[in-house]
């Protein structure tokens, strides 16, 4: 089920059986933009940068997203902090879904980001 664009999921992702060598974030899709689903070119973006970025990729915590939502529009994700916060929480759901514990998570990536909505 695809709906394309929308920044905040819906919480009803059913756990899928699925090897994350990639990606583990649901509907993250090369050629589509996570962010506002625009199809086309693509970026990969770890989801937990500097000091994290490691971990991003070694637990599949990336999503590709378009140019704009990047890096260049005013809601980019490198230039907007709500919406990087938004992408981590949503990163954090997924690794606690199908990696480990919130214990696990924080000791990793050393904060947790769903405290504090
Ligand atoms: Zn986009
Ligand atoms: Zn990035």
Do not use: W
């Not at 689903?37 to 999503?63: D, F, M, P, W």
């Not at 050393?110 to 405290?115: C, T, V």
């Amino acid at each position: 089920m695809k709906q394309g664009g929308l920044l905040f999921p819906k919480e009803s992702t059913r756990k899928k059986r699925k090897k994350h060598h990639k990606s583990i974030i649901d509907r993250d899709m090369k050629n589509q933009c996570f962010i506002c689903g625009k199809t086309g070119y693509t970026e990969r973006h770890h989801i937990y940068g500097s000091a994290n970025r490691k971990y991003s990729e070694q637990y599949g915590l990336t999503v590709y997203l378009c140019p704009e939502c990047h890096r260049t529009s005013d809601i980019a994700v490198h230039r907007n902090k709500e919406v990087r916060i938004t992408l981590q929480r949503i990163g954090q759901r997924a690794f606690e879904e199908k990696c480990g514990s919130r214990e696990q998570f924080v000791k990793t990536f050393g904060k947790n980001y769903l405290e504090e909505e």
